[in-house]
């Protein structure tokens, strides 16, 4: 199996995690529509080899995860507790422990194939 065809499988089952977990926690405050549309999940090769999966989402997916406190445009204080969407998708897909495996599979056998060859 390719890195590519890995890296869709990863993208596959993170983009699935990320999107359930914006309807779990957002949902019933109506707000999940515009953050699970628009968020995500992209690969990133170099020469070939997959170096990351990046999360791509709008600004307040963002804020929502890592929390915010501070002072408005209107000179409000503000303060919002972290959510760990994106973590808690991380975690629950199990995406780390199947790239792990399978990159760590197709690279070992690319080098046993460059040793032989």
Do not use: C, W
Not at 15 to 25: F, P, S
Not at 59 to 71: A, I, S, T, W
Not at 88 to 110: K, Y
């Amino acid at each position: 199996m390719s890195e590519r065809e890995i890296a869709q499988q990863a993208v596959n089952k993170l983009q699935n995690a990320v999107n359930h977990n914006i309807t779990r926690m957002f949902d019933p405050s109506g707000k999940a529509g515009g953050m699970r549309l628009n968020t995500t999940v992209k690969p990133r090769f170099n020469k070939g080899q997959m170096v990351r999966l990046s999360v791509v989402g709008p600004k307040h997916l963002y804020v929502q995860n890592y929390g915010f406190e501070g002072v408005k445009k209107n000179g409000i204080n503000m303060r919002l507790e972290q959510t760990d969407v994106v973590n808690n998708a991380i975690e629950s897909s199990n995406v780390v422990e199947f790239l792990a495996q399978a990159i760590g599979e197709a690279r070992a056998d690319e080098v046993i194939i460059q040793f032989k060859g």
